[in-house]
């Protein structure tokens, strides 16, 4: 049975730090790439942040480059996305997402919110 399970997720003033994680299981976690996602509310689900299988050539969404960090562990079959000088605008539900040539699957989501 695959599983995402996201974690992590809180209320945090901006400015503040959280770390996301997303243990795997159910499938060879070290094959697949991993993403995160947001969505907030009224507008639709954009990507955050993206790692390959192999760790390297990480990517960011403009808008959080500078400030999230997206690292793995296929040891531990986890993927984590470090968010740093938070902001109002990243409150969002934060979904993690394991992807290999045809096959696609998404956690439950955690959500995330930024406000004083």
């Known amino acids: 049975q695959v599983q995402l399970v996201e974690s992590g997720g809180g209320l945090v003033q901006p400015g503040g730090s959280l770390r996301l994680s997303c243990a795997a299981s159910g499938f060879t976690f070290s094959y697949y790439a991993m993403s995160w996602y947001r969505q907030a509310p009224g507008k639709e689900r954009e990507l955050v942040a993206f790692i390959p299988s192999s760790g390297g050539n990480t990517n960011y969404a403009d808008s959080v480059k500078g400030r999230f960090t997206i690292s793995r562990n296929n040891a531990w079959n986890t993927v984590y996305l470090q968010m740093n000088s938070l902001k109002p605008e990243d409150t969002a539900v934060y979904y993690c997402?394991?992807?290999?040539?045809?096959?696609?699957?998404w956690g439950q989501g955690t959500r995330v919110t930024v406000s004083s």
């Open positions: 997402k394991a992807t290999r040539t045809l096959y696609t699957y």
